[in-house]
């Protein structure tokens, strides 16, 4: 039998084993629901401020503000729209400006946003500054350029990334239709802790003890295998998050041939695809797919010189199915492509507050979508949390993404004017 030392001993330890899980949940659900990202310091430039607008029509309208000024200073540009043909929003276009090259055709270059259709804000504000400003720099002599803006015109319009069959495009695109029956059996088993079923509540005790399930899940897991696992892309639920749909949306079908066609007047092709939300607040982090070329692999490191390149997502992020800047070098395949994808941290989603905080704001945000909100505050709260995870008010933030886009792409073309490719066409051929 135990003494009764043993047992105020025993009793002592327990209470203590409670008073400490007691604290760690406290303090992590203050730091849940007192979460910032880091401050950004660098100097704010007011100038930039004019690139950024705050609706889609705004930004659609600066683009094209901005494109026609150029059909002065260069021959043959074009500046169109493709109409996507929806039900629900008969006036949806994704607009585009193609600057031939003025000389030789040699090099392409594309510029893409709004694939993710709320991340198109920042993406517009660098093309009309490209417009505005790197063209004239850089000069298309030799090298085309082609600014394709807003691929997911619902999603730009309606503040979603999504479209509005509820498809991630970034998790769509593929000339394979096997990509569609893919399986994400990780995904499988998160699906109902992922996606509820109800209305959302902001004071139910899920979401608002929501980094405890998240760090129990990651405990059991992994937090790389639940990364991997929700943002890889699934095929399965049409109402759940990162969903890539069971054939190619609309609106890639409709820049697929755009792209062919002015590509095949080029010997290579070089392609940036602009993105916010993931890393740390105000930086600029560059993906490429991992490359087995090592003559591509060499000229991307040279025309990002200085900079990190994220290769593999697997040791830095994660790894996607049905990406658009892999599905560029699909529809190209007789082409010397490059490709980049540009990502503007907002959350400091590297930290694992961080990440926790995107993902339920991402997970109440498709909730609401679907389900609806309890009350009309709680609407405003998750909307108002989710628009400025993929694009902040700050000021500073706004001021960085011009900055960083005007170095790193003012280098990227300088460098991409020296490259040479091994894949070439025959013949140059105008447009």
């Known amino acids: 039998m135990m003494t009764l030392k043993v047992k105020k001993a025993i009793k002592i330890l327990g209470a203590g084993l409670v008073l400490v899980l007691a604290g760690a949940v406290g303090w992590t659900t203050y730091q849940f629901h007192t979460f910032t990202p880091t401050v950004i310091t660098q100097t704010l430039v007011p100038e930039n401020r004019a690139y950024f607008q705050e609706t889609y029509m705004d930004c659609r309208k600066s683009f094209l503000d901005a494109a026609f000024k150029l059909k002065s200073l260069y021959t043959g540009v074009e500046i169109s729209d493709l109409a996507v043909e929806r039900p629900i929003d008969p006036d949806s276009h994704v607009d585009y400006c193609y600057i031939p090259a003025q000389a030789s055709f040699e090099r392409l270059f594309i510029l893409i946003s709004g694939v993710h259709g709320v991340e198109g804000y920042a993406g517009s504000a660098i093309q009309q500054m490209f417009l505005r400003e790197i063209v004239k720099e850089v000069r298309p002599e030799n090298t085309g350029f082609l600014i394709i803006h807003g691929v997911n015109p619902f999603g730009f319009k309606n503040n979603r990334r999504v479209t509005e069959n509820n498809v991630d495009l970034n998790r769509n695109c593929s000339t394979e239709a096997g990509l569609y029956l893919s399986e994400n059996q990780g995904y499988n088993d998160l699906n109902s802790f992922l996606n509820p079923k109800h209305k959302v509540s902001l004071t139910s005790f899920g979401n608002f003890f929501f980094q405890l399930a998240v760090g129990e899940k990651s405990l059991r897991h992994s937090m790389d295998a639940l990364k991997q696992a929700v943002l890889q892309g699934q095929y399965r639920y049409e109402k759940g998050i990162f969903y890539g749909g069971a054939e190619r949306e609309p609106s890639v079908n409709l820049v697929t041939p755009l792209i062919q066609q002015v ?131 700050s000021e500073a933030w706004r001021s960085k993404v011009m900055e960083d886009s005007r170095q790193v792409l003012s280098q990227a073309l300088t460098e991409y004017a020296k490259t040479g490719g091994s894949k070439i066409n025959a013949e140059d051929r105008p447009h």
């Open 263 to 393: 590509a095949e007047n080029y010997k290579m092709v070089f392609s940036v695809d602009l993105h916010t939300g993931y890393g740390e607040n105000g930086a600029l982090h560059l993906f490429s797919n991992p490359l087995a070329d090592l003559e591509k692999k060499a000229q991307i490191e040279t025309i990002f010189s200085g900079l990190r390149i994220y290769w593999d997502r697997n040791h830095d992020a994660y790894q996607a199915t049905g990406e658009f800047a892999a599905y560029l070098e699909q529809i190209l395949p007789e082409k010397h492509c490059l490709t980049m994808t540009f990502e503007f941290g907002t959350l400091d989603t590297h930290t694992f507050m961080g990440a926790v905080k995107a993902l339920h704001l991402m997970m109440m945000e498709n909730q609401g979508f679907h389900y609806g909100y309890k009350t009309r505050q709680d609407e405003l709260r998750v909307k108002s949390g989710f628009l400025e995870s993929w694009y902040p008010l």
